[in-house]
């Protein structure tokens, strides 16, 4: 119905190409999973592949140490518990992220406090974490949502003043980078997600780096059932969980590394071109960039929709609409985590008031998302974005 509505040139679709597939693979992924099976060493404990993997990751990233675990959510639960946060302890975060940010939280006995958002960034807003600081309040941790860093120079002063941790959700940030640093180990720790989304995928999975070698050593302990590196099989100095990554995995990600930087220029590049393309588009704008932000891994790229441009026709018709003209890889982006069922049953009664979050309230209602494997294909891909808005633009008018 809505093509039939939208097609107004002639009744086809303005695109019938599909997007560059996801996940990429090739010959690489294949050829270490079968290193693998034909190896017999399938587990981290006898195996190479993951360890060969932490250690790239690390150096990737600009840090010492990683640690690899099954999946982003337990990647930040795991640090949130080697800092020793835990029951009655406060977290500050933000409303605007994936669910897990919170849980990881909750999991570990501690109450997420929510910060507003910076409508510039979408990160949490420096401004107002000062005034959510408490007694209780153990640590700040600051989501680089889409890729794009927080304001980390802001987050680390606050931190220190009140001497807090600062764990990083890096978990859509590979590679990015603030004031010229990788992200994930500028603070105190940091995690990273490869779940099937995601920019470096082995299907699931994540890690934890840090430049703390008695940080990397709880992580260590934790995902090893609390065992520690330099004792006996059975020697357990803590309650852990079996959190390892399998060499499966760990093979599949050692080969997704490898082109991470070249998708990640490409990526880029086409933001970019995009973000140039739309700039005489009434009614769709870009996030504003930020000289700070030195690298960008660009897993989403995030707009801005003003419905009043566009017939006053709502967000979601208009996502409708795009996806009608063959412009698929298309999202509305969060629900604020206050509005969530799961995480509202846990707040106190006025913390999940929507008029405390007035810029987050703007994002759920305004955003539109592309996401990272939109970027992936050349001019012509990105010219059939714009091509896309402004034909429906010119049928609401």
Same mark, same amino acid.
């Given at each position: 119905?809505?093509?039939?509505?939208?097609?107004?040139?002639?009744?086809?679709?303005?695109?019938?190409?599909?997007?560059?597939?996801?996940?990429?693979?090739?010959?690489?992924?294949?050829?270490?999973?079968?290193?693998?099976?034909?190896?017999?060493?399938?587990?981290?404990?006898?195996?190479?592949?993951?360890?060969?993997?932490?250690?790239?990751?690390?150096?990737?990233?600009?840090?010492?140490?990683? =640690?690899?675990?099954?999946?982003?959510?337990?990647?930040?639960?795991?640090?949130?518990?080697?800092?020793?946060?835990?029951?009655?302890?406060?977290?500050?975060? =933000?409303?605007?992220?994936?669910?897990?940010?919170?849980?990881?939280?909750?999991?570990?006995?501690?109450?997420?406090?929510?910060?507003?958002?910076?409508?510039?960034?979408?990160?949490?807003?420096?401004?107002?974490?000062?005034?959510?600081?408490?007694?209780?309040?153990?640590?700040?941790?600051?989501?680089?949502?889409?890729?794009?860093?927080?304001?980390?120079?802001?987050?680390?002063?606050?931190?220190?003043?009140?001497?807090?941790?600062?764990?990083?959700?890096?978990?859509?940030?590979?590679?990015?980078?603030?004031?010229?640093?990788?992200?994930?180990?500028?603070?105190?720790?940091?995690?990273?997600?490869?779940?099937?989304?995601?920019?470096?995928?082995?299907?699931?999975?994540?890690?934890?780096? =840090?430049?703390?070698?008695?940080?990397?050593?709880?992580?260590?302990?934790?995902?090893?059932?609390?065992? &520690?590196?330099?004792?006996?099989?059975?020697?357990?100095?803590?309650?852990?969980?079996?959190?390892?990554?399998?060499?499966?995995?760990?093979? &599949?990600?050692?080969?997704?590394?490898?082109?991470?930087?070249?998708?990640?220029?490409?990526?880029?590049?086409?933001?970019?071109?995009?973000?140039?393309?739309?700039?005489?588009?009434?009614?769709?704008?870009?996030?504003?960039?930020?000289?700070?932000?030195?690298?960008?891994?660009?897993?989403?790229?995030?707009?801005?929709?003003?419905?009043?441009?566009?017939?006053?026709?709502?967000?979601?018709?208009?996502?409708?609409?795009?996806?009608?003209?063959?412009?698929?890889?298309?999202?509305?982006?969060?629900?604020?985590?206050?509005?969530?069922?799961?995480?509202?049953?846990?707040?106190?009664?006025?913390?999940?008031?929507?008029?405390?979050?007035?810029?987050?309230?703007?994002?759920?209602?305004?955003?539109?998302?592309?996401?990272?494997?939109?970027?992936?294909?050349?001019?012509?891909?990105?010219?059939?974005?714009?091509?896309?808005?402004?034909?429906?633009?010119?049928?609401?008018?």
């Amino acid at each position: 119905m809505m093509k039939e509505q939208l097609a107004i040139d002639g009744g086809q679709p303005l695109r019938t190409a599909p997007f560059p597939q996801w996940p990429i693979f090739d010959e690489k992924e294949e050829r270490l999973v079968l290193e693998v099976l034909h190896s017999g060493n399938w587990g981290i404990l006898s195996g190479d592949k993951v360890n060969t993997f932490e250690q790239r990751f690390a150096e990737f990233q600009g840090a010492q140490f990683a =640690t690899c675990v099954p999946n982003g959510t337990l990647a930040l639960e795991m640090a949130l518990r080697a800092l020793g946060i835990g029951p009655g302890d406060e977290v500050i975060t =933000t409303p605007y992220t994936f669910i897990a940010t919170a849980s990881a939280a909750l999991m570990v006995g501690a109450k997420p406090v929510f910060v507003d958002i910076d409508l510039q960034s979408y990160n949490i807003d420096p401004a107002k974490i000062e005034a959510a600081v408490t007694e209780r309040t153990k640590a700040i941790m600051p989501v680089h949502l889409a890729g794009r860093p927080a304001d980390l120079d802001a987050i680390l002063d606050i931190a220190k003043r009140h001497n807090l941790k600062v764990v990083e959700d890096a978990c859509q940030a590979w590679g990015s980078e603030w004031q010229g640093h990788r992200v994930g180990a500028i603070g105190d720790l940091g995690a990273f997600s490869f779940q099937a989304s995601k920019n470096i995928t082995a299907g699931e999975g994540g890690a934890v780096v =840090t430049n703390d070698p008695e940080l990397h050593e709880m992580c260590w302990s934790l995902h090893n059932v609390g065992r &520690v590196p330099t004792g006996a099989w059975y020697q357990h100095e803590r309650i852990g969980w079996n959190l390892r990554m399998t060499e499966w995995q760990g093979a &599949v990600l050692l080969a997704q590394l490898e082109r991470l930087s070249e998708a990640t220029k490409i990526r880029d590049a086409n933001a970019r071109y995009l973000m140039e393309a739309l700039d005489g588009v009434v009614g769709l704008t870009p996030l504003p960039e930020d000289p700070r932000v030195t690298r960008h891994s660009r897993h989403l790229f995030i707009m801005r929709y003003e419905s009043e441009a566009f017939g006053g026709h709502s967000r979601n018709a208009f996502m409708q609409a795009l996806r009608a003209e063959g412009i698929e890889p298309c999202s509305a982006g969060y629900v604020p985590l206050y509005r969530s069922p799961a995480i509202a049953a846990t707040l106190a009664e006025g913390e999940g008031d929507p008029s405390a979050y007035p810029a987050t309230e703007v994002a759920a209602e305004q955003t539109v998302w592309l996401f990272q494997y939109a970027l992936l294909g050349d001019r012509t891909d990105m010219d059939t974005i714009v091509d896309a808005v402004l034909k429906i633009q010119r049928a609401w008018a």
